[in-house]
C-alpha cells in the first residue's frame, strides 16, 4: 500500500513539473517573440489588438514654414495611395511652457549647466 502511495506522489511531481515548464516555456514565448521577430501566441489564438500595424504607420504629417510669424502649413500623407491632403496653417512648434509655470528646482552647480544644455 506505501508503494502505492509513494509513486502516485510521483507521477503527480512528474505532471505538476510538466506543466510548470509547459507554462515557462509559453510565458517565455509570449514575453520575447516580438523582440525575435516571432508572432506572439496571443495573436495566433486571439488575433490582433489593434488596427493592422500598417494601418497604424499609413497616415504622415509634414509641416512647411508658411511665414516668419512661426506658423507652417500641415499636411497629411497617404502612404498606401501617396495622397497629399492640405490640413491648413498651424503653429510650427507647440508652445512653451513659460518660466513661471516650470517647476522651480533648488540645486547646486549641475543644474544650471544642465539648463544650459536645454534639459527639459
Excluded at 506543466?19 to 495573436?43: D, F, H, K, S
Excluded at 507647440?94 to 527639459?120: L, V
Aim: charged share 25%; proline share 7%; glycine share 10%.
Amino acid at each position: 500500500m506505501t508503494r502505492t502511495h509513494h509513486a502516485r506522489h510521483g507521477i503527480a511531481a512528474l505532471v505538476a513539473y510538466a506543466v510548470g515548464l509547459v507554462v515557462v516555456a509559453l510565458a517565455g514565448w509570449e514575453v520575447g517573440a516580438r523582440q525575435l521577430g516571432y508572432v506572439p501566441l496571443t495573436t495566433r489564438v486571439f488575433g490582433p489588438s489593434g488596427p493592422p500595424e500598417a494601418e497604424v504607420r499609413r497616415w504622415g504629417r509634414m509641416l512647411v514654414k508658411a511665414d516668419y510669424l512661426g506658423n507652417c502649413r500641415e499636411y497629411t500623407v497617404d502612404n498606401r495611395t501617396q495622397q497629399v491632403i492640405d490640413k491648413g496653417i498651424v503653429p510650427c512648434e507647440p508652445p512653451k511652457e513659460t518660466e513661471s509655470a516650470k517647476p522651480k528646482t533648488t540645486g547646486g552647480k549641475f543644474d544650471s549647466f544642465r539648463d544650459a544644455f536645454g534639459k527639459k
